[in-house]
């Protein structure tokens, strides 16, 4: 930028200078409606890093069976977490993105986007650009890594990059799954709660996202990133006063179609303790950085239905880190590692 300097009267304006922050998570539909939903679905298993069938196999399937069936089914789920906000993942991150901001202060812009659904990821690089940030930090919100999340933002936003002539410089947040921050927020965190629940679990289980055996044996990390975050997270809750003497057990959730997916799986994690005896259970999802419909619905009502009915008798879903003290403090921590040389 030209300083002290009379710009040229045909000079176009231009801002600069700043530096943005763009905390991006997975996506939601717009609405709980099944049109919505189909809408959402379409653009999330057309992703070939999500489905990694050849399309010309897979399109076929995706649009003359799945979305014909599935919008219905997922909306009804969407439609018993949804708040007068909007989304609960949407609502949450956004919230995150401002409380980030109030921490980081003028030294950077905060934005949030979703990868699939709205706000995007290229129209809030836009944005961030227009308001001047020629710098922008990309925060995929997902501690560990995997190319379905992780490699599907940094695809996105390479795409956004490819039609812009004038590019911002960008960095990207690395997966932080064995992070002391992460680790250090998520043992606050969950102590707090358990802390606080009517009863002493006998058996904590840590449930991370699924994904389809295939993936690990090509070489994807995801696996070894989640069973790392939960053994450090484990010799971390062991180590703290005042919990009771629970078992930690670590399984994968959201199954979705008959391929063989990571194992064991928390459905029937949850049956099995229940039939073997174990009464009072906590469950909690440390590879989700916010609560969405895998938490609210799929842990907080189907878990639940599927532990008692086996025999359980006490049930407790977790917060994830949401916008808790120690969630904001590790997003804050991580976001100045990663500026580091920029503010």
Partial sequence: MLQNQQLPHDHVPVSSGNIGVLLVNLGTPQSPEPKDVKRYLAEFLSDRRVIEIPPIAWQPILRGIIL???????????AKVWTDEGSPLAVITRKQAENLQQLIGDAAQISYAMRYGEPSIPSQ????????????????????YSAATTATVVDKV???????????????????????AHIDALAADLSRQIHALPFAPEVLVLSFHGMPQR???LGDPYHCHCRKTA?????????????????????????????QWLEPATDTTLER????GTRKLAIAAP??????????EELAIEGRDIFMEAGGED?????????????MDMLEKLTRTELAGWI
């Fill in 215 to 217: 993936t690990l044996e």
């Fill in 68 to 78: 014909n069936t599935r919008p219905k089914k997922s909306a009804k789920a969407y």
């Fill in 231 to 259: 053994r450090l997270l484990t010799e971390k809750l062991a180590g703290m006063e005042g919990l009771p003497p629970m078992r930690i057990e670590t399984s994968f959730q959201s199954r979705f179609g008959p391929a």
């Fill in 273 to 276: 303790e229940a039939s073997k």
């Fill in 287 to 296: 590879g989700f950085s916010a609560d969405c419909v895998e938490t609210l």
């Fill in 315 to 327: 049930y407790a879903v977790l917060s994830c880190l949401n916008t808790s003290d120690a969630g």
């Fill in 158 to 180: 390479g795409e956004a990059l490819g039609k812009m002539r004038w590019q911002p410089s960008i960095r990207t947040l690395p997966p932080y799954y064995d992070n002391p």
């Fill in 125 to 144: 690089i836009e944005a961030l650009q227009k308001s001047g940030c020629d710098r922008i930090l990309i925060a995929p919100l997902y501690p560990q």
